[in-house]
């Protein structure tokens, strides 16, 4: 069963963008798709998956912590997925080379 939707006031700007353009939530979906299915995601994919299950095994809270293929260890998801690491993602969506 689907999660109930959120309230329109409770959305991030992105979202409420997606939910009123259908298109582009298409899109986007077709987007994500092609980027989730190469080798190399599923490379990072499999490498946090088992990197969680170790810590899970060896009694670790990791409760709202991702894996940072970066620094090979858990940090705050906020602190994952807001830095500025000098990775090529990153330096693509700032505009460097």
């Known amino acids: 069963m689907a999660p109930k939707k959120k309230k329109r006031s409770s959305l991030s700007k992105?979202?409420?963008?997606?939910?009123?353009?259908?298109?582009?939530?298409?899109?986007?979906a077709a987007t994500d798709k092609k980027i989730n299915s190469r080798s190399e995601q599923k490379k990072k994919r499999r490498e946090s998956g088992r990197a969680r299950t170790k810590a899970k095994a060896?009694?670790?809270?990791?409760?709202?912590?991702?894996?940072?293929h970066a620094t090979k260890r858990f940090t705050s998801s906020k602190a994952n997925?807001?830095?500025?690491?000098?990775?090529?993602?990153?330096?693509?969506?700032?505009g460097e080379k």
Do not use: E, L
């Open 14 to 28: 992105s979202a409420k963008f997606y939910r009123d353009n259908p298109g582009a939530r298409k899109r986007k």
């Open 58 to 68: 060896s009694g670790k809270n990791i409760t709202g912590k991702d894996y940072d």
């Open 81 to 94: 997925r807001g830095r500025k690491g000098g990775t090529a993602g990153d330096k693509n969506a700032r």
